[in-house]
Structure formats: structure tokens, C-alpha cells
């Protein structure tokens, strides 16, 4: 079976300016640091980001966000990071907020090859502002489209050469979901093993989904 361990200059070659990246994490939990300093070291600027939240100043995609490189955040929270709230509020990046559960199903519609889905999440509030509103059975719902991504990132536990891929625990969060909604999925692992070393039960996204891999820098 072909490894897809790779370089990471392989996996900088495709960063380019004004790419949309979907990332896994909650408050930084899940998102793979190695490759987002790969990320900040390429020097890319004006990306669209996808993912739950903006974390913390300093952590996962904060500094990005802090170096002014991001022209979209596509989040459900923003409140940890300050400076993300200081960029929305002087107009120099777009945030678009979007309830938690509807983030993650127009991630899995983005994934799935759905046209988009129905949720009543929002209706009545500014969430609903652009949208269509349909009334079925009497009961108002909102149309949301769906999101997919030029690039995902995504932290896993452990991993083995074939990009088959465990997350432990909570840390697992984002990750397998965004996995299925971009063009192409690069995985940081902290563990890297050989193939049959990775239960099969232990698998939670499989390595037909990882376009390639690397092991994390040591702390």
C-alpha cells in the first residue's frame, strides 16, 4: 500500500494566497500546530477559514488572524480571540457567524454532495438575514447552503502510513466531518505507525480521505 507520508515542503507547495482552509479544532484542541505554523511560515495571505472557533491569541489559527493574512473567518465563536472581534468591528476581515450545529451540518452537506439543508435554527434572528425561509407543515425553517473548502487540516492522535487516522477524545471534535468537505486533506499525527498497526476499530477517518501526512514537531 503507498505511503502518504510526505515532506512538508510537499505539503507547502499548495498553499497559495486567497485559498479557503477548513481546520479542526475546539479553542485549539484538534488543530494541528505544526502544520499551521507550515501555514504562517509560507507567508500566504487573504485565506478564507472554516472552522468552530478563532481560538486564543497565540494558538492554532489566532496567528494568522493577528498578522493580518485572513480575509474571511466562516466560525460559531470568535469570543477568545480579541483581535478577531477588533478586525470584524474596524471592516478589515469579514466574520460570518453561524450556530455550532448548522456550522457542522452545512460542513456534512459540503461533504455529502447535498444542494443544502432545512433548520429552523436562527429564524427570526440576524442568522436569518440573506436566507430563504420556507414554511413546511406550518413550521418556518431556513435554507443553509453548504461548505466545502480548497484545503482541510487535521489533527489526529495517531495515524499510520496509509492516512488511516485515530483522535482521542475530545480532540477528535471537527476533525473527521471537515475531512469529507475539501479538495484535499492534509493530517498531522502525533504518533506514526506502520499499516496494521492501527486497529481497525480504532479508525475514524479512513486514509481514502487524507491526501497526505506528516508527523508533528516534537515539543
Known amino acids: ?44 495571505k487573504d485565506l478564507t477559514l472554516i472552522g468552530n472557533d ?15 493574512r485572513v480575509k474571511k473567518v466562516i466560525a460559531s465563536h470568535i ?25 457542522v451540518e452545512r460542513i456534512r452537506a459540503g461533504g455529502s454532495g447535498l444542494g443544502g439543508f432545512l433548520t429552523p435554527t436562527g429564524v427570526g434572528t440576524v442568522v436569518e438575514q440573506g436566507k ?15 461548505l466545502k473548502a480548497d484545503l482541510a487540516v487535521i489533527h489526529a492522535k ?6 488511516n487516522l485515530y483522535y482521542r477524545r475530545s480532540a477528535r471534535n471537527f ?7 475539501a479538495e484535499q486533506v492534509f493530517a498531522e499525527v502525533e504518533e506514526l505507525v506502520n499499516v496494521g498497526d492501527l486497529d481497525p476499530d480504532m479508525v475514524m477517518t479512513p486514509g481514502m480521505l487524507v491526501s497526505g501526512l506528516i508527523k508533528g514537531d516534537e515539543s
Open 175 to 181: 476533525n473527521p466531518i471537515i475531512a469529507l468537505a
Open 79 to 103: 469570543g477568545l480571540n480579541p483581535e478577531t472581534g477588533r478586525q470584524m468591528m474596524a471592516g478589515e476581515m469579514e466574520v460570518e457567524l453561524v450556530p455550532q450545529g448548522t456550522l
Open 132 to 146: 430563504q425561509r420556507m414554511t413546511i407543515d406550518g413550521r418556518d425553517y431556513l435554507l443553509e447552503m453548504p
Open 158 to 163: 495517531r495515524g499510520d502510513t496509509a492516512g
Open 1 to 44: 500500500m503507498k505511503s502518504k507520508v510526505m515532506s512538508k515542503d510537499d505539503i507547502t507547495r499548495h498553499f497559495r494566497d486567497g485559498m479557503s482552509v477548513m481546520f479542526g479544532g475546539f479553542m485549539g484542541s484538534g488543530t494541528p500546530p505544526t502544520i499551521m505554523k507550515m501555514l504562517f511560515e509560507s507567508g500566504v
Open 54 to 68: 478563532t481560538a486564543i491569541p497565540g494558538i492554532g489559527v489566532a496567528p494568522l488572524i493577528e498578522a493580518g
